[in-house]
């Protein structure tokens, strides 16, 4: 193999990414099913549901992985955590509809206590392992001031869940069931502070607030009085980072620069 490219740090990025089957410029380019890890019932819609909803429309299957019940997310004393999860779900049913998705998993950790450890990754594991998204999407971890355990723990849990569904003696007891080691060729990290990819959701953003208000119990018309402009704030601060009016920003990793990579924070 010739190196004649790698003469300086910068050449030597090019020709490397230039190797690498997943495009920055095109991520979404051969994807037929992508994998949206939320760590609560609206954390999907509220972070890419203009995106998601664009996805679907150009006939990309986009699957949510709820990972806990929601049944914390309340000022309502009178309200159980049953009852609460069960309308949160009903929610997220509506939310998701008004967007194209239909399939939600659910894996009902009890909110605010997503633990960070082997059982929950390997159950990410498995679900990938029977999903085979080429893309998965998950809150970024590295969000400086997220104060919530459950989004960090929900980005650090997806990162690793994608490096390990390859290897085929991780949780070899998904191989006796018959499904078989997969690959995910990029991760996408949303709710991020250094996005690397936008997109232009200003046809759609009065729909995904649409979506976002399907979520009920979240957003009464006290707490959508301070929720909505800090939404529309959001969207206008990645619109105006990526060139549009509304935007959404994801970082995308590829692969390969999920282990050991001094670098990527530049990317
Ligand atoms: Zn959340």
Request: aromatic share 10%.
């Amino acid at each position: 193999m010739a190196f004649e490219g790698f003469s300086n740090f910068e050449s030597a990025l090019r020709a490397l990414m230039d190797k690498l089957d997943f495009k920055m410029e095109e991520p979404f380019k051969d994807v037929s099913k992508v994998l949206c890890i939320e760590p609560h019932p609206d954390d999907c819609v509220i972070a890419l549901g203009g995106t998601i909803k664009k996805l679907v429309d150009e006939g990309i299957e986009v699957v949510y992985l709820l990972l806990t019940d929601g049944s914390m997310g309340t000022t309502d004393d009178g309200i159980s955590r049953h009852e609460l999860a069960l309308t949160r779900l009903q929610e997220e049913r509506d939310s998701a509809k008004l967007l194209g998705v239909e399939k939600i998993i659910t894996l009902d950790f009890v909110d605010t206590e997503l633990p960070y450890d082997r059982e929950a990754r390997k159950e990410i594991v498995t679900i990938i392992r029977k999903e085979k998204p080429e893309m998965v999407l998950m809150p970024d971890p590295w969000l400086p001031y997220e104060s919530h355990p459950d989004h960090r723990r929900a980005g650090l849990l997806g990162i690793e869940a994608v490096g390990f569904s390859s290897l085929p003696n991780f949780n070899r007891t998904d191989l006796e069931a018959g499904l078989e080691p997969h690959t995910v060729s990029a991760v996408g990290l949303y709710y991020t502070h250094k996005p690397n990819y936008f997109v232009d959701i200003s046809d759609v953003v009065e729909l995904k607030l649409e979506a976002i208000k399907r979520h009920r119990s979240q957003f009464t018309d006290e707490i959508w009085e301070l929720w909505e402009p800090y939404l529309r704030t959001i969207s206008l601060y990645y619109g105006k980072l990526g060139g549009t009016k509304y935007g959404e920003g994801i970082r995308f990793v590829p692969g390969l620069f999920l282990h050991l990579c001094p670098f990527y924070d530049l990317i």
